[in-house]
């Protein structure tokens, strides 16, 4: 399976994903880019800016709302 698959069932699954999680869930690097060819194939993803575990800065968590209309 590939990453685009593996983000895009997790997300239909109603769960959302960040960086990090993308990187234990399937080895995924990039989940920007994952994101953005989802996005382009129809689906409405959000993007929730949330901060760290830290306190110190930020970073994205993805979530489906729409999915392509058939």
Known sequence: ??????????????????????IELCDCYRLSAVIDRLRKQGFEIVTHNERNKSGIGRHARYELVKEVAA
């Open 1 to 22: 399976m590939n990453h685009q698959t593996t983000v895009l069932n997790h997300l239909q699954q109603g769960k959302t994903i960040s960086q990090a999680e993308a």
